[in-house]
């Protein structure tokens, strides 16, 4: 596990800036169809973190939300449409881009809907058909 530490984050434009603190409880992968829509990529890298972890600490009437899903809330600024975090009520944590958090060190430690990807991604990681079972899949893994 990561070191306890402070990492800062910002939309497009500067307007939202955030903070995470501690260390993320996942990094991986995601392949699904939505994480590929909403981030244009043919998968996204993945920080998850408690909701306690994770402070708007600037332009915080510029957040917006959409929910295509009552299982993920996806947040972005309203000036930019810059991505910013993706709330999972069920699993109780954050999703954090690797991406917006430029001073984090990603180390991705799995696959998730793995069975959704449109991309082959060959490295010795565990690829799950959706998601491990602690995080509410099947936990089934799929081989390459």
């Known amino acids: 596990m990561m070191a306890s530490s402070t990492y800062r984050g910002q939309c497009f434009c500067g307007a939202v800036k955030f903070e995470v603190t501690g260390a993320p409880?996942?990094?991986?992968?995601?392949?699904?169809?939505s994480c590929r829509s909403?981030?244009?990529?043919?998968?996204?890298?993945?920080?998850?973190?408690?909701?306690?972890?994770i402070a708007i600490t600037g332009g915080e009437d510029q957040v917006g939300e959409y929910r295509?899903?009552?299982?993920?809330?996806?947040?972005?600024?309203?000036?930019?449409?810059?991505?910013?975090?993706?709330?999972?009520?069920?699993?109780?944590?954050i999703d954090v881009f690797s991406a917006m958090l430029p001073e984090l060190v990603f180390k991705p430690e799995l696959h998730v809907h793995y069975g959704e990807k449109v991309l082959s991604v060959l490295d010795e990681l565990p690829k799950f058909a959706d998601l491990p079972a602690e995080?509410?899949?099947?936990?089934?893994q799929l081989t390459e």
């Open 38 to 53: 909403w981030s244009a990529s043919p998968l996204n890298g993945f920080t998850l973190w408690d909701t306690k972890d």
């Open 25 to 33: 409880k996942e990094m991986g992968y995601c392949h699904c169809e």
């Open 68 to 93: 295509k899903t009552e299982n993920s809330h996806r947040r972005f600024c309203r000036n930019c449409g810059g991505h910013l975090m993706t709330y999972h009520p069920e699993m109780g944590l």
């Open 135 to 140: 995080l509410g899949g099947s936990g089934v």
